[in-house]
T-cell receptor, first 112, second 115 residues
C-alpha cells in the first residue's frame, strides 16, 4: 500500500529537549512538506523540499530544522528554540506536476 | 500578503440540512483552489478547482470557483453526522514561496451535524 507514515502518533517531551518527528512516503513523490496545526488555525507551512538535498523555509521555520537525504524521508526536528512547540504536526507529499498534496496521519507533540 | 479566508469558522446544523461553506482568497498568480476534509487526523482531498464556473461534484458534495469574485463555495446537501469535520480551503499560488506547489490554507470551517 502506498502512503505517508508519520511516527510516533503521540509524543511527549520536557521543555528544553530537541525532538525529531519522522515522515516517510513510498509514493515516489518529489516534494514533501511539514505543517503545524493549532486549534482554530489552519495549516501553517514550516519547511518544504522539492527535491532531495534541498529544502526551503516556510512561514514559521524558526525553531525547527529538517533534512532531506533520501527521497522517501523528510524528518522534522523541533528544537528547544521553538517557543510554543505543543501542536499537531502534519507531513505531506506531492507528485511532480500535480497540485494535490497527500497528508500523513500526523503527530501530536506535547511539551511540558 | 497572500491570504485565504474561510467563513463561517464554525457551523452547527441538523441532519438533512444543506450547508454552504465559503472561501475567499487574495493571492498573486493563482493556479488552483483545493478543498480538504479533516476529521481526526490527516486532511483528505475533496476537490481541486482551476476553472471558473465549472462545478465539481461528488455525491452530496459540490464545489464551484468564481475567479472574478476570488472565491469558492463548498455545498453539502442532506447532511449526515458523518459530515462532521473541519473543511479546509487551500490555494496554490504559483510564486508563493518562490516555488510551485505550495498551498496557502485558510483556518477552516468546523462543521458539526447533530442527529
Amino acid at each position: 500500500d502506498g502512503g505517508i507514515t508519520q511516527s510516533p502518533k503521540y509524543l511527549f517531551r520536557k521543555e528544553g529537549q530537541n525532538v525529531t518527528l519522522s515522515c516517510e512516503q513510498n509514493l515516489n513523490h518529489d516534494a514533501m512538506y511539514w505543517y503545524r496545526q493549532d486549534p482554530g488555525q489552519g495549516l501553517r507551512l514550516i519547511y518544504y523540499s522539492q527535491i532531495v538535498n534541498d529544502f526551503q523555509k516556510g512561514d514559521i521555520a524558526e525553531g525547527y530544522s529538517v533534512s532531506r537525504e533520501k527521497k522517501e524521508s523528510f524528518p522534522l526536528t523541533v528544537t528547544s528554540a521553538q517557543k510554543n512547540p505543543t501542536a499537531f504536526y502534519l507531513c505531506a507529499s506531492r507528485a511532480r506536476g500535480s497540485y494535490e498534496q497527500y497528508f500523513g496521519p500526523g503527530t501530536r507533540l506535547t511539551v511540558t | 500578503e497572500d491570504k485565504v479566508v474561510q467563513s463561517p469558522l464554525s457551523l452547527v446544523v441538523h441532519e438533512g440540512d444543506t450547508v454552504t461553506l465559503n472561501c475567499s482568497y487574495e493571492v498573486t498568480n493563482f493556479r488552483s483552489l483545493l478543498w480538504y476534509k479533516q476529521e481526526k487526523k490527516a486532511p483528505t482531498f475533496l476537490f481541486m478547482l482551476t476553472s471558473s464556473g465549472i462545478e465539481k461534484k461528488s455525491g452530496r458534495l459540490s464545489s464551484i470557483l468564481d475567479k472574478k469574485e476570488l472565491s469558492s463555495i463548498l455545498n453539502i446537501t442532506a447532511t449526515q453526522t458523518g459530515d462532521s469535520a473541519i473543511y479546509l480551503c487551500a490555494v496554490d499560488a504559483l510564486n508563493y514561496g518562490g516555488s510551485q506547489g505550495n498551498l496557502i490554507f485558510g483556518k477552516g470551517t468546523k462543521l458539526s451535524v447533530k442527529p
